[in-house]
């Protein structure tokens, strides 16, 4: 976009972040990506029990042009994973994955040749949650979590430098088979 | 030039393969542009018959599958299915697991109906073990309970969903509200929502708890209060019935060659249901009757759906009865074995072994420790041989072809997935029809994509 | 110890099954009290279990399925249990000879009456738990199936599956082809097998008996390899248009990757340690 990119950091980002944050993470539009079990949980969290509507998810949009949020649930086989890069690029910015279930986060139960083993190879994900399926009230909390996370992004030039330091650390930390000797 | 010509020759080889690349015909992409720029385009090219793909992202095509249709105007004149679309290798996967561990593979196959699942697959184990007349009663009545109660949750979601799909929303709000009680009976008596592993080689997992049968029996009041109102919304809304009535016709003959089982069979009149066929779990003991109806469209098949829900309840209060004079009665087959080992109960952490049972294999029998540990890390083995016993799901047969070689692994375990065959129907029904009606009739055959391509 | 079966094979004293017209039930993990070098047995003397493995038919290393020695299964040293002179043969049931028993002799006759010279149709007839295999020669598999359907008697106009299983071991037959048939007028199940080798993996198809199988015999190629010839369309279903193999046959990998914990992986599924 133009203007906030341009800003120079002080109180005026600041106040605009907090702008953009508030308004984008008031009320996502989630575009429909059920696939197998856990899209029947995420049915059941739009549904009277579990009332996504609450907090502005009632509307399950159907065209990914006008969804901003992509909740990946349920397991990605091979053949779907090119179908499912073309839904999230046809999603405009800005945009959110959610991986629901460990299906979606890791590949789960199914290791194996016909799943991709965690949306993240296809899409960049935001939120992780595990479960198999997840209940409605841990989907409830994943969301509230990114949403908190979409309340505080920054933006402009606070995100150039975000990403910057974001890198380094990963950059820095050892890797997860390196960290060996924890439960001592 | 139409797009057909192109099409056939392009996949002569394979008329199943995907057709959307631009060397085979004019390609429209819808981009969000204004309709009338895509009908005048095509106005102009003067091409008749349109090749449309809906899905396999799409709300109303019941999960990922994809419609490829080929369009004059608003009617249909090619129908085909895409699927594969959610293939997970889970035939393959409980090839390197125990013949328990299969169970909570095959659960996740046609996930509205998971205890189906493992009903099939564990009677095909028990026969394979020669150990059907050692079933304890109270298991098999549980297993009816829990099939009863399952196949009651999934005909709310084919209601809810089927309704969703033409609009009436409110269908599917109250049919997620009544599922919701039936999911908390699940979790009351197995542990999970969905996709318990519940039903196991030998009989089931665990006991009921204690307040079980009285929320059971809530449940069925509350559930007898409220079915009415599906049958008050849509047996004679005008609307629900021109867009089910006459949609969707198929008769005995194209149900028996295309192998269709389940309420798209019974909707036809012939009242072949598997439950009192080739009873299995004790099924001949109950007092049910088979739904049917005589229109062979999809309104026959909502209304059977509808009347198979009360007759549900019918054998759920039967088992509730059998269940309170069986208190304390063995759930697990005697053979240790087999029987898998530790009864769990709710512990400080959420769940666990109880007690008891870890005194019993800690301090007080060898044996027990042996066979734990024998069971739980290598499995029990069962005799080579083959075995296929179908049970009717809420969608049709459904059958394990379970074959061992000796060992503790199943050699291949192949699921008859009832959707699988009755989408085979699809192009049956919609060739000919309007475009809307592809989606009714899809959503009335009530296909599960997870079944569909396990 | 291959003494087992060549002294088995001379000295079987019957091919198929007992009188009583039903395959004996295999010996479950009962031990057998085979040990060391494999006894000559008379068949009169014998209990039915030791028949049973006695009973090694005309193809022994297709029926036996492995032969498991000691307590555990573990090879080498480290079965401590002191049973490690135990030998177990493990095999597939057996063929039974007719008469079967109740409907299987209608079925059979009535295949028999229809068919002339139908030993070269059905080779081999398992009866096992209950139910009732057919192992059917492939060329004459729509004709077969085609009776099946039609006549009166028979009238299996139900196809409820059609799946494959594949059998490295059993050479020259390694896919096999399983039908299950019902029959809703007479309420009866029987279950046909037919098998292909690995150098010429063809199939004639049935759909033009029995529709519903169109599918399912798409998914019995998209996962084993097995062409049915005859079939409208014979394309893959279930993997991508373009996927390389067969996956699952039993030498395709189950295709995992390794699990990383922290400071760990944990291999996939088929390539972990097994002690059975």
Same mark, same amino acid.
């Given at each position: 976009m133009g203007v906030e990119e341009k800003l120079p950091s002080g109180v005026l980002l600041t106040t605009l972040e907090n702008l953009f944050g508030y308004m984008r993470s008031a009320a996502f539009w989630p575009a429909t990506f059920g696939l197998a079990c856990c899209a029947i949980e995420m049915m059941t969290y739009g549904a009277p029990r579990y009332d996504s509507g609450r907090w502005g998810q009632e509307v399950f949009r159907a065209s990914p042009r006008q969804a901003d949020l992509m909740i990946v649930a349920g397991r990605v086989s091979q053949k779907m994973a090119p179908v499912l890069r073309q839904i999230y690029d046809q999603m405009p910015n800005p945009k959110w994955v959610l991986a629901m279930g460990v299906c979606a986060s890791t590949g789960g139960m199914f290791n194996n040749y016909a799943i991709v083993q965690g949306v993240d190879h296809v899409v960049p994900v935001d939120m992780y949650l595990p479960g198999c399926p997840p209940r409605p009230e841990m989907l409830i909390d994943a969301m509230f979590k990114l949403r908190e996370k979409v309340r505080n992004t920054p933006i402009g030039l606070n995100a150039i430098e975000a990403a910057q330091e974001q890198e380094q650390r990963q950059l820095e930390a050892p890797t997860l088979v390196e960290q060996k000797g924890l439960l001592r | 030039m139409s797009t057909t010509d192109t099409t056939d020759e392009a996949t002569e080889q394979d008329p199943f393969a995907a057709g959307g690349d631009a060397a085979e015909g004019h390609v429209y992409t819808v981009t969000g542009q204004d309709w009338d720029s895509l009908v005048s385009e095509q106005a102009e090219r003067g091409d008749e018959r349109i090749v449309v793909n809906m899905g396999p992202q799409h709300p109303s095509t019941h999960g990922v599958l994809r419609l490829i249709l080929e369009l004059e105007g608003e009617s249909v004149t090619e129908a085909r299915c895409g699927i594969g679309y959610l293939h997970t290798g889970i035939e393959k996967n409980m090839e390197f697991r125990n013949w328990t561990q299969g169970v909570t593979f095959c659960t996740r196959m046609d996930y509205l109906a998971p205890l189906h699942n493992e009903t099939t697959y564990c009677l095909g184990v028990e026969r394979l073990l020669d150990i059907e007349a050692e079933i304890p009663e109270k298991a098999s009545v549980l297993r009816v309970l829990m099939l009863e109660l399952n196949r009651i949750s999934s005909h709310l979601v084919c209601i809810a969903t089927g309704g969703m799909e033409i609009g009436a929303l409110t269908v599917m709000t109250i049919g997620f509200r009544e599922r919701e009680k039936v999911l908390d009976a699940f979790e009351l008596i197995t542990g999970l929502r969905m996709n318990h592993a519940y039903i196991r080689p030998g009989g089931v997992a665990q006991d009921l708890p204690d307040k079980a049968l009285d929320f059971v029996k809530d449940l069925v009041v509350w559930m007898k209060k409220h079915l009415p109102e599906y049958a008050a919304f849509c047996n004679e809304n005008p609307v629900f019935k021109a867009r089910l009535s006459g949609v969707g016709h198929l008769d005995l003959a194209g149900c028996l060659a295309l192998g269709i089982t389940g309420p798209p069979l019974r909707a036809t009149g012939y009242d072949w249901d598997l439950r009192k066929k080739q009873p299995y779990c004790g099924y001949e003991t109950y007092d049910f009757e088979v739904q049917t109806w005589d229109t062979m469209d999809a309104y026959g098949r909502f209304r059977i759906r509808l009347n198979e829900m009360w007759q549900s309840l019918t054998i759920i209060e039967?088992?509730?009865?059998?269940?309170?004079?069986? /208190?304390?009665?063995?759930?697990?087959?005697?053979?240790?074995?087999?029987?898998? $080992?530790?009864?769990?109960?709710? +512990? !400080?952490?959420?769940?666990?072994? !109880?007690?008891?049972?870890?005194?019993?294999?800690? +301090?007080? !029998?060898?044996?027990?420790?042996?066979?734990?540990?024998?069971?739980?890390?290598?499995?029990? /083995?069962? $005799? $080579?041989?083959?075995?296929?016993?179908?049970?009717?799901?809420?969608? +049709?047969?459904? +059958?394990?072809?379970?074959?061992?070689?000796?060992?503790t692994r199943p050699f291949r375990a192949h699921f008859r997935d009832p959707s699988f065959t009755n989408l085979q129907a699809m192009p049956v029904m919609c060739e000919g029809a309007m475009v809307s009606d592809v989606v009714v009739a899809v959503a009335s055959l009530d296909p599960v994509m997870g079944g569909v391509d396990r | 110890m291959s003494d087992i079966h060549e002294e088995s094979d001379e000295k079987a004293p019957i091919k198929g099954a007992e009188p009583e017209g039903e395959s004996e039930p295999d010996a479950r993990t009962k031990p057998e009290s085979l040990t060391g070098e494999a006894p000559s047995v008379d068949s009169g003397a014998t209990e039915a279990e030791e028949d049973e493995a006695q009973l090694a038919t005309t193809e022994p290393t297709a029926e036996v399925l492995q032969v498991r020695r000691g307590m555990f299964g573990v090879k080498g040293s480290g079965d401590t249990s002191g049973y490690g002179g135990l030998t177990r043969v493990v095999e597939f049931p057996a063929a039974a000879t007719p008469p079967f028993g109740g409907w299987w002799d209608q079925v059979y006759d009535r295949i028999g009456a229809l068919i002339p010279d139908f030993s070269d149709v059905i080779t081999k007839v398992v009866i096992h738990r209950g139910e009732i295999t057919f192992h059917v020669e492939r060329h004459h598999l729509p004709n077969l199936v085609q009776h099946l359907r039609d006549d009166a008697r028979l009238r299996f106009e139900f196809c409820s599956s059609v799946s494959g299983v594949h059998y490295p071991a059993d050479k020259g037959a390694e896919l096999h082809a399983v039908y299950h048939l019902q029959s809703m007028t007479h309420n009866r199940r029987i279950r046909l097998e037919v098998s292909a080798p690995d150098s010429d993996p063809h199939i004639p198809s049935v759909v033009a008996t029995y529709p519903t199988a169109d599918w399912h015999e798409r998914e019995t190629y998209d996962m084993f390899g097995i062409v049915f010839d005859g079939h409208p369309a014979l394309t893959r279903i279930l993997m991508p248009d373009?996927?390389?193999?067969?996956?699952?046959?039993?030498?395709?990998?189950?295709?995992? =990757?390794?699990?990383?914990?922290?400071?760990?992986? =944990?291999?996939?599924?088929?390539?972990?340690?097994?002690?059975?």
């Open positions: - | 039967q088992c509730v009865e059998r269940l309170e004079k069986m /208190r304390g009665a063995p759930i697990m087959i005697a053979d240790k074995k087999i029987a898998w $080992p530790a009864q769990l109960s709710i +512990g !400080s952490d959420g769940m666990g072994n !109880s007690n008891e049972y870890i005194k019993h294999i800690m +301090g007080q !029998s060898m044996e027990a420790l042996i066979h734990h540990f024998k069971l739980v890390t290598e499995g029990f /083995r069962v $005799p $080579p041989g083959q075995a296929y016993i179908p049970i009717e799901s809420p969608r +049709g047969e459904l +059958g394990a072809h379970v074959v061992s070689d000796g060992g | 373009d996927w390389p193999g067969y996956p699952q046959r039993k030498d395709y990998p189950l295709g995992g =990757i390794p699990v990383e914990y922290k400071g760990a992986t =944990i291999p996939p599924p088929d390539q972990r340690r097994s002690y059975s």
